[in-house]
Nanobody, 121 residues
Framework: QVQLVESGGGLVQAGGSLRLSCAAS????????MGWYRQAPGKQRELVAA???????NYADSVKGRFTISRDNAKNTVYLQMNSLKPEDTAVYYC???????WGSGEYDYWGQGTQVTVSS
């Protein structure tokens, strides 16, 4: 069993910053890519940013230059630094990880429970 626990969401004014964290724990052999997704009311869940185990990153166009994803492989933790926040960034943010639970187990997708980010204008 693998758990992803997010923290760091909250209410912030436009132009402000927040830092999200997501720690993976449980039966972890290795973690491939980790990422952050978000879902606003009435909209589909979308990729915000992702990072491979080697540190390669990918960002949605809407957050490039404002958000930074990073990870600490020793702690099985991924972070999302969000700067210059806009009201349109308001959403529930979900952590995702591709986890191997053992040698030859195959990769399984795990999700966190979500953390609310609200940006007021």
């Amino acid at each position: 069993q693998v758990q992803l626990v997010e923290s760091g969401g909250g209410l912030v004014q436009a132009g402000g910053s927040l830092r999200l964290s997501c720690a993976a724990s449980g039966s972890i052999f290795s973690i491939n890519a980790m990422g952050w997704y978000r879902q606003a009311p009435g909209k589909q869940r979308e990729l915000v940013a992702a990072i491979t185990s080697g540190g390669s990153t990918n960002y949605a166009d809407s957050v490039k230059g404002r958000f930074t994803i990073s990870r600490d492989n020793a702690k099985n933790t991924v972070y999302l630094q969000m700067n210059s926040l806009k009201p349109e960034d308001t959403a529930v943010y979900y952590c995702n990880a591709g986890v191997w639970t053992g040698w030859g187990s195959g990769e399984y997708d795990y999700w966190g429970q979500g953390t609310q980010v609200t940006v007021s204008s």
